[in-house]
């Protein structure tokens, strides 16, 4: 027999308002993977965005979609054996998987006529403020997009790890005083040096850092997460679910990502997870379209920290979504996910 | 204003098939509260079911239910919020809040036109069988309820604690070759002649010991777990979702309640957050009715055990949902908890 339904992707490549700079990589693009779901003449969005230094493509992931064979699940309810089976087809490949996830949900949710947040129960006004992200660039530059971003957003995440992290919050300091979020991508070595960096940060509004060491040094995070007078934030080294346990001791919280975690139902679990062992929570995201950020936004009131910013980074987003308000990045009130495309 | 919505409370008194001697009690009735939360002309139906040692009651349970303020609610979709709120009003009455969790979520699953398990992405087919609970008798009573209940079930969860354990299983042994779980209730007090015990169960067919020990001993449990040759489950240890990550070496797993943990979201997540680390889990029940069974049972196929047979020992159900399938409490097709009043 055919399935009832269809998987259609397309190759999309996201062009930033900014050339995105961080502690291991500079891009102007980032390639995306639009998917749309079709069952009984209802869509479902999704999406994998793909920053290259995580090692998917439109190739990895076109191909390892071509492998669900959708005839296998007469019933699309049953998500968690879904979701599970399809993880199991290889390993990694989690932006694909996550592009699947979101699109199935989507399509849940507009079956169930209800936007995900309120098939969870939850409050989209008790979602944190997102913060604002910069990369790496000369003073000038980051001065001029703190100027922009202006009174959009309740805090900035700065990208250091670079040669001149002092410099770039000094400058961010001359011309805004909201609080700071720091993102070292694994860009620092020493601990000893790291500690010190922190402590001179806590003197200048920063909030929390993230992944200051590389996720590898285990060891040298537990010395850090004892010491540091800033909530260490676990980036690189929390991808799953598994690695929430293994987070205690290390960071003092996680960043979430759909795109790490293979979707919304791994990072809504991750989540409460989190809460429930005591260690503080970030909902993130890469560059992305407001596709994957409407379906991480159905999430947000659940973390403690949002980081919802990936489709304000994007000149060409093809979809519309959840939007900024007051700071918060708000689900829309349609079903499933809350996006459209952009008309 | 007045509330939109009404909650109606009904005391009710389940009659048991059989009297139900523990190692702590025994009795021939459980007190139940039954609750209809009606509004927009949908009807979520809910229970308190209150086995009297553990301190709640029909006073207790409207005195609580009475203290819920509806007005202040009006969008139920906010389940989130709405239940820590409830949770807040006063610590302890976990099967009130249960009657209260329970019916909410049946009054959203009926808008949202689907059973909870629906809603979960849970199959019901990947629902272990339940256990049938047999209490503390003389061998000739044990023999013939294992006679009556014959081949409906996989296993039978017994009762110990008593003076005459080993006996007990020899009686059924002599009767039946189905695999047995022993719940002690706390009513061992040694760890060494525990253990002993266990090792004699392990050569008779057990396939798991419930809180051979009082809680208050968690050393004694934390050595027993390291030692005993069958899982080690806590029941009265493991009550909310702020008790699973302490039983990680103090059992091998934990024993999930409607009853004891406010409800359906809270049980959801316990048994989420058991799995993530590394915990065996049984989703259990008291004698309650089809109603609190059948909310239970949308959770099944999240738990590894299950025993589910709490409406089978009573004799005055009034409610018809979940049914005995190939020896597993599968819920009924309807939406929300899938249970509907008997005519």
Redesign the interface.
């Known amino acids: 027999m055919t399935a009832p339904w269809s998987l259609r992707v397309r190759p999309f490549t996201l062009e930033l308002r900014h050339r995105f700079t961080i502690a291991t990589s500079s891009r102007t693009t980032t390639p995306t993977l639009l998917v749309e779901l079709e069952r009984d003449g209802v869509i479902g969005f999704g999406e994998a965005a793909m920053p290259p230094y995580l090692g998917e493509s439109h190739a990895t992931a076109q191909a390892f979609l071509a492998r669900i064979d959708l005839a296998r699940y007469p019933d699309p ?7 599970a089976d399809v993880d199991a087809l290889a390993p990694g490949n989690p932006a694909a998987k996550a592009a699947f996830d979101i699109a199935l949900h989507d399509w ?1 949710g507009k079956v ?3 936007p995900w947040h ?6 989209p006004r ?1 979602a944190p403020p997102t913060s604002f992200t910069i990369g790496i660039h000369p003073p000038d530059v980051v001065q001029r997009i703190v100027a922009e971003a202006g009174a959009r957003f309740a805090s900035f995440k700065i990208k250091l790890g670079g040669e001149h992290d002092r410099e770039m919050i000094r400058s961010i300091r001359e011309v805004s005083s909201l609080p700071l979020r720091v993102d070292v991508n694994q860009g620092w070595r020493d601990r000893h040096a790291a500690l010190q960096q922190i402590e001179w940060l806590a003197t200048q509004g920063v909030e929390l850092v993230e992944q200051p060491l590389p996720k590898e040094n285990v060891d040298d995070l537990a010395w850090l997460c004892a010491r540091s007078p800033l909530p260490i934030v676990g980036d690189a080294g929390v991808q799953r ?2 690695d ?2 293994r987070a205690v001791g290390v960071y003092h919280g996680i960043n979430v990502k759909l795109m790490k975690c293979t979707g919304l ?1 791994e990072a809504r ?1 991750m989540l ?2 989190a809460r ?3 260690l503080r929570s970030m909902l993130g995201c890469m560059t992305e379209t407001s596709c994957a950020i409407s379906a991480a936004a159905q999430l947000s ?1 659940l973390a403690d920290w949002t980081d919802l910013d990936g489709a304000l980074l994007v000149a060409n987003d093809p979809f519309v979504g959840a939007t900024l308000v007051d700071g918060r990045i708000v689900p829309s009130a349609s079903p499933g996910i809350g996006a459209a495309v952009r008309t």
């Open positions: 309810f049953l998500t968690a054996a879904i979701l849940l169930m006529r209800q309120r098939v969870l129960g939850l409050d008790r679910l598994a929430v346990p139902r679990t409460e997870l429930a062992l005591g009131p």
